[in-house]
Nanobody, 119 residues
Framework: QVQLVESGGGWVQPGGSLRLSCAAS????????MGWYRQAPGKERELVAH???????NYADSVKGRFSISRDNAKNTVYLQMNSLKPEDTAVYYC?????????????WGQGTQVTVSS
């Protein structure tokens, strides 16, 4: 079994910063792509940032220049540094990892962590 555990969410004022972490644990060979998604109330889940095993990244236009995704392959962990936060960034943030196991390559999701940006 594979588990993704997120941490680092919370409340912050507009203009503030938060850093999310997501650690993968369980039985697997490696992790391919990792990413962060978010879902605001009444909206569909959307991609925020994505990082390949090679380290190449891509971002949603709404967060470019403010958010930064990184990963530590030795720790099977992905991070999302969020700066200059805006109220519209308020959402539940989910990490996703494509995990390579013995006979399969499957996506796994974390349980989500709430990020609230308000004054």
């Amino acid at each position: 079994q594979v588990q993704l555990v997120e941490s680092g969410g919370g409340w912050v004022q507009p203009g503030g910063s938060l850093r999310l972490s997501c650690a993968a644990s369980g039985s697997f060979f490696s992790i391919n792509a990792m990413g962060w998604y978010r879902q605001a109330p009444g909206k569909e889940r959307e991609l925020v940032a994505h990082i390949a095993n090679s380290g190449s990244t891509n971002y949603a236009d709404s967060v470019k220049g403010r958010f930064s995704i990184s990963r530590d392959n030795a720790k099977n962990t992905v991070y999302l540094q969020m700066n200059s936060l805006k109220p519209e960034d308020t959402a539940v943030y989910y990490c996703r990892a494509v995990v390579v196991r013995t006979v399969s390559v499957d996506p796994y999701w974390g349980q989500g962590t709430q990020v609230t940006v308000s004054s």
